[in-house]
T-cell receptor
Framework: ETGVTQTPRHLVMGMTNKKSLKCEQH?????MYWYKQSAKKPLELMFV???????ENNSVPSRFSPECPNSSHLFLHLHTLQPEDSALYLC???????????????FGPGTRLTVL | TQLLEQSPQFLSIQEGENLTVYCNSS?????LQWYRQEPGEGPVLLVT?????EVKKLKRLTFQFGDARKDSSLHITAAQPGDTGLYLC????????????FGEGTQLTVNP
């Protein structure tokens, strides 16, 4: 595997279900991100992990719970979601720090989530 | 939060035509990136511009960063159907290297 992978690619869940999204990066990066992409809206940054520590949580509801066990893996645990949470969830990674760091991000293919 | 406005939001053209997409903000960015996203995939980085007035070329794509580092443009010459996709600009703040602010995107369709 190369780049950034995400599983599953598609997920349909009811509002009472619990599910998890998985992201894995094979680029040796030290930062990982979760974004939400909804129609007609800019990408919304949800969480940022740098060196496995959460450095940002953009007022995301607690029904979304991230986990970063190591620098290569990132999870997004979902529970009691709402229909308005239906969207494409994108994972990205980058190499933070350094004099020429422009935070160029590499994205996975995303998980298309539908909440019924 | 700095906002990035992209225009146009939608663009449908014929193969061989030229086009320009704009990305504007009232704030200054330390760098600006352009991504292209195809259906069912995540955004793919095309280019990063960092110096005011900078121009970068990637085959038929020309990217320009405004002198004041508040705006950018993407010009495509002789568009091809393979150029179809969602073009996103993203700006990085000087004080927040891990944060990218994304525009809403320009959906480009190039018809054969």
């Amino acid at each position: 595997e190369t780049g950034v992978t995400q599983t599953p690619r598609h997920l349909v869940m009811g509002m009472t279900n619990k599910k998890s999204l998985k992201c894995e990066q094979h680029l040796g990066h030290n930062a990982m991100y979760w974004y939400k992409q909804s129609a007609k809206k800019p990408l919304e940054l949800m969480f940022v992990y740098s060196l496995e520590e959460r450095v940002e949580n953009n007022s995301v509801p607690s029904r979304f719970s991230p986990e970063c066990p190591n620098s290569s893996h990132l999870f997004l645990h979902l529970h009691t979601l709402q229909p308005e949470d239906s969207a494409l969830y994108l994972c990205a990674s980058s190499q933070d720090g350094g004099p020429a760091n422009y935070n160029e991000q590499f994205f996975g293919p995303g998980t298309r989530l539908t909440v019924l | 939060t700095q906002l990035l406005e992209q225009s146009p939001q939608f663009l449908s053209i014929q193969e061989g035509e030229n086009l320009t997409v704009y990305c504007n903000s009232s704030s200054v960015f330390s760098s600006l990136q352009w991504y292209r996203q195809e259906p069912g995939e995540g955004p793919v980085l095309l280019v990063t511009v960092v110096t005011g007035g900078e121009v970068k070329k990637l085959k038929r794509l020309t990217f320009q960063f405004g002198d004041a580092r508040k705006d950018s443009s993407l010009h495509i010459t002789a568009a091809q159907p393979g150029d179809t996709g969602l073009y996103l600009c993203a700006g990085a703040e000087e004080t927040s290297g891990s944060r990218l602010t994304f525009g809403e995107g320009t959906q480009l369709t190039v018809n054969p």
